[in-house]
């Protein structure tokens, strides 16, 4: 009996390129101006909170956000609130974005915004401390958590570039309070070339968590911890639409029991 091969189909560069790459089509998910952004998101995502009308009631500074992202925010920064936390922002911009989590984690939170642009300089001290470096260079990146005292959340809205995020996360992850999150936004990018990443891109940002999943579950295979900057405090990672949200812990070796009472 002769058995076909099969072999995965062969996708010239050229439509590869074009079909992972839609940076140049990101304005087909622009909201029309005209409609009303906070009963988008009410009507969407069944979610009205407090960043919410801070997001739609912003004025000065430019803030540019995915509507989906509000919601997942408020999931994961919630518990903060109130409380004398460290957050980390990479990626500055229009400093608007450093406004609003001004507003929403109050006056007593210790926020930082670091960028690689010289010009974000003229946001210091206005909503958080603004320092300027890159977001892969270890040494700098050590001295601003020195400066904070330690941190409790990181958001990466940096380059969105597949080596950049890495080595950021590789970094910050292990200097991350017990406890704390680490979030990093924008990863369609993971599917655009112009960012190292593509649909079958092995710099593919997903696919680089597949790895720390594998790690998680070191106990049960044989192939042993590849990162270990990251697997021994990695206790969670949730993933959504654009979003990796990683959880700082402590990894217990698991066991389990049989009650019967």
Known sequence: MRIKKILKPFIPHFILKNYTSHRN????????INLDIKRDIIEK???HGDLLDIFVGNKGSMVHKWHHYIPIYERYFSPF????????????????????????????AIIFGIDINPECIKFNGIDGQVRIGSQSDEEFLESIVVEMGGIDIV??????????NRATLEILFPMLSQGGIYMVEDLHTSFWHE???????KKNFFKYLNGIVNDMHHWYH????????????CTGIHLHDSIAVLEKGTSFPPVHSKVQN
């Open 25 to 32: 089509n990101i304005e087909k998910f622009s909201f029309d």
């Open 45 to 47: 995502y069944k979610y």
């Open 81 to 108: 609130r109130g409380k004398k936390i460290r957050f980390l922002e990479i990626g500055v911009s229009e400093g608007g974005s450093l406004q609003m989590w001004r507003k929403y984690f109050g006056e007593e």
């Open 155 to 164: 958001l990466d809205d940096g380059s969105h570039n597949m080596t950049l």
């Open 195 to 201: 960012f190292e990443g593509g649909y079958y891109s």
């Open 222 to 233: 044989k192939a042993g911890v590849k990162n270990l900057k990251i697997n021994s405090n």
